[in-house]
């Protein structure tokens, strides 16, 4: 463990530091971006395996490198939450919102020269539709009925029914765009974007190199001249990498070290409450989970205050058992907050017509860093409204294929979606692929379909908190908690405010960030 | 003996020595086909341990967005759904032209993704073996030389506690001293082709002393026990009889004697540098050929797998092969057995 004693010399920079903060916004906050300088960034989630395709991106480097900087998307999401054009230079969808109008700017090139015409973006799109892709948009993009073109710089999605969400998903991350063979499928071999940046080197499992493009048609973004990612996965190196200034930028940095971290003077801790969260799902058409009422009992035997202390360390904030985040536009600001109450607990097992109740519940370290504790104390508490919690400790390996969805009480992850409908539509819909509680709740699905249609913010706003409040009561899935997003950044490098939708400014520190060195 | 005779007797049995040369050939080629089948035999094992493993590629890399139909489309894109003994008489026989085919993850060659990590993890076995085989052959013969003296106790505290610890703790520690606080060599050794000799060397250094640790005291052990052993031995009551010095007994008469086992061992930790190093690699951020196999096998990219552990193998075969060579080469009584 690295002990700093506070000596003189460190008490004099950190006095230092503390009046220049005094003095402004922020280190690094307000000052102007300007061009050149190297980023070199420590990041997690790289293996060898890592593949330029982007059907199977997931978090990590490339997933950094390929969408944040070396691709555009048709929109992205800005510091505020909100679907911004990025290819497109206007949107416009049908009064039913099932046709959506995505008009393309013009003079838009690929590193190699080739204009980008909606011919590329119908490519890139249909890469994970239809039968045979393997693609993770694959159920995203189900809703999508048709696409086509219309000229050289506007492509029109129909959809099977209206979704007034739209422009949220064309900035999945799934959905770079790249350029189209001559067959009409994408060519993500080449590697080739739309980006400010060019893939240099990509060693996978090791390091990306990127280079800045002169050309590039945003004028605003893409400020330095030389991009690094290392890929270090063991939170203790990227922390130690940090700290003994090698890279600039650290992704994920661990809650258990975070003060640590903190003490070294030009290190900047970069927290944001963002839509991660985790989950306890239960299979609400098995016994006992099928009664309503032993699910409110598991719910309030969970002491969701004492697991942010414990677990998260204070980095988070307590969940509700529904799924929406106060950074999505639609949180329920005023739904009571579930507490630990075991007295309640206890009601809810007797109107189930239970004294006592024996759960096994699976978990492991691979669903999200702390789910073994968190399981642990939950049996701790829960064991004081009379409800035994069998922790099973499951291997870490293949969790995803061999424990959840398949077994009936499990811990979860999810990064959460920047729209509320997405978020439900992933998982709590009727049918949904990865609908890990099997919920299947009539009021919900209708409140689904109806206000995803519907264009109107006041009304969708009273159908998205009666959806908050039915999955917080009746829903299958305790969601204990949320959890922030920490990275970590020497002053060497500068930056606006950060968009709170995942890690690293949403993905986009490489053409957002600037040097400051 | 005169000078002459001396001369004579040594050509002797250089042509008599260059006659019985033929076993030791015999052997080793004997030695290379058993290692071809032991290969053969790791390879079917490797395959088979891999299919065992829960979950396969698709699911893997899909984690948890994967759903029935994109894996089962994943599956077919990389033939995954053809049966198992299939797939595997299929690899063997591009292997056996050299073609160790393709990455099933990113389709990237093979050859191309193994080959630079491989020299990576060549470059730094031989870092730390370049330090810790002299260190540590060195060290023992002073231990044995002043055996049992403060020098001798205390040689053997250091190398056996250093022994003792995970490599991983020796490398934090070695990391707060001398990257954290002292800021004297980097605290992550990434390498990559545009940096020098000098850099590299300069980059890798913590992790060749961490493995320098972590290997010394097993060989520096042997080397003390081997000629201690040999201390005892009649010849040696004879050379200093004479009144050869003790220096001259140890490096003259008994190091000789006692090479076999000290090679033995020292091929021993050699195949252990190449082939053990996956935590050291881990905390130096070290883009070594173990932290590619531990990737491989976590998603199932067998054909990953498969040539790495082949490397390993054989790398194992080869310095057991070259330390059973030399231990006959400077044993002229194994060199001509009857």
Redesign the interface.
Known sequence: M?DLKMNRRRFLAATAATALVAGMPSLGYAAEPKKGGILRA?LSGG???????PA?Y?AGPVVYAMMGAVCNNLTEIDAEGNAKPELAESIEPSADAKTWTFTLHKGVTFSNGKAMTSADVIASYNHHRG??????A??LLEQVADIRADGDHSVIFELKSGNADFPFVAADYHLVIMPAKEDGSMDWQSGLGTGGYVLAAH?????IKLTRREDYWKSDRAWFDEVEL?????S??RQ??L??G?VDVIDRVDTKTVHLLKRFPNVEILEVTGTAHYTMPMFTDMAPFDDVNVRLALKHGIDREDMVRKVLRGHGRVGNDHPIAPANRFFAKDLEQRVFDPDKAKFHLKKAGLTSLDVDLSTSNAAFNGAVDSAVLFKETASKAGINVNVIREPD??Y???V?LKKPFCF??WNGRPTEDWMFSLVYAKGA??NDAHWDNMRFNELLLAARSELDDDKRRVMYEEMQMLCRDDGGTIIPMFANYIDARTNKVGHDKLASNRFLDGWKFIERWWSMA | MSQFARAEKAEASVRKGGRDMHPLAKMVLQRLGLGLVTLFVVSIIIFSAVELLPGDIAQQILGQAATPETVAAFRAELGLDRPPVERYFDWLAGAMIGDFGQSLANQREISSLIGGRFANTLFLAGYAAMIAIPLSVILGLLAALYRNSFFDRFINMVTLSSISFPEFFVAYILIVFLAVRGQVFPAISSLNEDMSLLDMLYRAFLPALTLTLVVTAHMMRMTRAAIINLLASPYIEMARLKGMSQARVIVKHALPNALAPIINVIALNLAYLVTGVVLVEVVFVYPGLGQLLVDSVANRDITVVQASCLIFAGVYILLNLLADILSIATNPRLMHRK
């Open positions: 690295i420590g293996s060898t395996s890592d593949s330029l395709d199977t997931a039968k045979d892709t393997k693609s993770g694959k159920s060693d996978p499992g090791v390091r290392l890929h270090i996965n063991d203790t190196a130690n990498a700290a003994t090698e390996d293949g995803w294929s061999n959840w979860s992850y692929d990865w």
